[in-house]
């Protein structure tokens, strides 16, 4: 398992970590990791991140349905575009996750189980999240 994570950020997000990272004189990954670390140990911003995971689903149940409904060809595309763009967001959050609680010497079986039940992903091993994420 690689030790580094590459994450697309916007670019305000990024000037808002180069600014902090200038005042502590750290790096640019160390404050990410640390602002990550920090998530981790708060329940009350775990809930919040399950409840907009919880959002984003029912919010594409939605837009499936109205779709099907109204069975509109030139919407397909974008309903794919969407499933994919949530599942890619799903699967980027679960890694970065597993691969912190992993290096903070967590059971490897029980944090792959946790991230599996917190970003809803069926069947999990450990093995799903080793390099490119839950497939």
């Known amino acids: 398992m690689s ?6 950020l916007p670019t ?23 602002m990550l670390l920090r998530v981790l140990d708060d329940e009350d911003r775990w809930s919040q991140i399950q409840f907009c995971i919880q959002q984003l689903d029912a919010r594409l149940e939605d837009l499936t349905r109205n779709i099907r409904l109204h069975a509109s060809p030139d919407l397909s595309p974008h309903l794919v575009s969407t499933q994919q763009s949530v599942d890619q967001l799903r699967a980027a959050l679960a890694t970065v996750v597993y691969r912190l609680m992993i290096e903070r010497g967590e059971n490897e079986t029980e944090v792959a189980n946790w991230v599996a039940e917190i970003f809803g992903v069926q069947d999990s ?3 799903e999240y080793d390099s490119a994420g839950p497939q």
Do not use: C, H, P, Y
């Not at 030790?3 to 697309?8: D, G, K, L, Y």
């Not at 990024?14 to 990791?33: S, Y």
């Open 12 to 34: 305000e997000a990024i000037r808002e970590l180069d600014r902090i990272a200038g005042k502590q004189k750290k790096t640019r990954g160390v404050i990410a990791k640390e």
């Open 3 to 8: 030790n580094s994570i590459s994450v697309r």
């Open 125 to 127: 091993t450990a093995s």
